[in-house]
């Protein structure tokens, strides 16, 4: 079933900016006068999603499953230089190694030990996350090719 319906490539992009305008600052208008705390960030966050709900929205209607399935598949499917994967790489290690310099220099200069503690102790436990994550991604990249080297050897035995 085919469900493409062709439009000019203005009217798609006009209707996704329209939708996109009017769902987030819909959310945002409706939801922030009103939440605090907690529930604001969340409508802060729910009207930050409304491109991408957007997007998976009109390729449903327009492509259907097929769609919003080939949409969603470049999340995982990388095919970039290699440049960016350094720079994926180490956003974690330098964000953290900025919060916990900037703590410390509030700390020092400013006299401001709450913020100064809190960006000290955030970039800390962002070191904490990238080393776990560093490890867990070791061990899976090893156990990967203890597989792909057993592999390799039972076809040169059985070939």
Same mark, same amino acid.
């Given at each position: ?10 009217? !798609? =992009? ?8 009017? #769902?987030?600052?819909?959310?945002? =208008? ?11 960030? /969340? ?6 999603? +409304?491109? !991408?709900?957007?997007?998976?929205? /009109? !390729?449903?209607?327009?492509? &259907? ?8 598949? +470049? ?21 953290? /190694? /900025? ?6 220099? =509030?700390?020092? =200069? ?16 962002? #070191? ?8 867990? !991604? %070791?061990?899976?990249?090893?156990? %990967? +090719? ?7 050897? &039972? ?5």
């Amino acid at each position: 079933m085919e469900r493409h319906v062709d439009a000019p490539p203005w009217r !798609t =992009f006009g209707t996704y900016v329209l939708l996109v305008i009017g #769902f987030s600052w819909s959310v945002w =208008f409706a939801g922030l006068p009103r939440a605090t705390g907690t529930e604001r960030t /969340l409508v802060v966050l729910l009207g930050a999603w +409304g491109p !991408t709900l957007v997007a998976v929205a /009109l !390729t449903a209607r327009r492509d &259907g499953r097929p769609g919003v399935r080939s949409l969603l598949a +470049g999340l995982v499917r990388w095919r970039v230089a290699a440049r960016w994967y350094a720079v994926a790489l180490m956003t974690v290690p330098v964000s953290a /190694l /900025l919060a916990a310099s900037v703590g410390v220099m =509030f700390v020092a =200069f400013q006299g401001e030990w709450e913020l100064g503690g809190q960006l000290t102790l955030a970039g800390l436990a962002l #070191f904490g996350f990238g080393y776990y994550r560093y490890r867990q !991604t %070791k061990a899976v990249l090893a156990e %990967k +090719g203890e597989e792909e080297q057993g592999e390799s050897e &039972g076809s040169d035995r059985n070939g």
